[in-house]
């Protein structure tokens, strides 16, 4: 995926579509701005940030830990195209709803928001993804998403305050490589 795609994205999704009506005005802020229950949209640069290392491709399986407001599942089923398909999953209920109400505002069947359970991160029914974007500060990389990661797969995840990317290259649980991309402030990952 290449900058024009992500700033394509961007373009089509627009951040507004994906704030409460009394927020809307907001929308350019370069600002986390909340959602309810506690959570946020996230920012426009971080998101940019972590979607330009997890280097989404058209035709991808992609799984959305936290979407929130639905935004960055938007995002990712722009960058999937038709071919691919986006898995979104979210804890609270009152922000699913939301975020499936705002989703369903674009020409994007391929993407979907589900009601997570907490005893289960992620959708590991549906693994393996190519790709796995999570919006919530984890204590420690956690190995149930590291394990519905394909091979050739590309995870991003702020892992405490660092944004952190992992490539799996085999099948062992240290067939990883894990690098650090900058310093990060998100909501605690409510699985641990």
Do not use: C
């Not at 989404?56 to 960058?79: K, M, N, Y």
Request: no cysteine.
């Amino acid at each position: 995926m290449g900058a024009d795609a992500l700033h394509e994205a961007f373009r089509v999704v627009t951040r507004a579509d994906f704030l409460r009506p009394e927020d809307r005005s907001s929308a350019g802020l370069d600002g986390p701005i909340p959602i309810g229950d506690g959570q946020t949209n996230s920012q426009p640069r971080t998101v940019f940030a972590m979607l330009e290392l997890l280097d989404v491709h058209s035709g991808q399986r992609v799984l959305d830990v936290g979407s929130g407001s639905g935004w960055t599942t938007a995002l990712l089923a722009q960058l999937v195209g038709p071919t691919g398909t986006v898995i979104g999953t979210e804890l609270e209920p009152h922000l699913v709803a939301f975020g499936t109400a705002n989703l369903a505002a674009y020409d994007f069947p391929w993407a979907s928001i589900r009601q997570a359970d907490p005893d289960v991160l992620g959708a590991p029914d549906d693994a393996p993804f190519d790709r796995i974007l999570v919006s919530a500060e984890a204590r420690s990389l956690p190995a149930p998403l590291v394990d519905q990661l394909d091979v050739g797969g590309t995870m991003v995840i702020p892992v405490g305050p660092h944004m952190t990317r992992v490539k799996k290259h085999g099948h062992s649980p240290d067939a990883v490589d894990v690098s650090t991309h900058g310093l990060y402030s998100f909501v605690p990952l409510r699985w641990e």
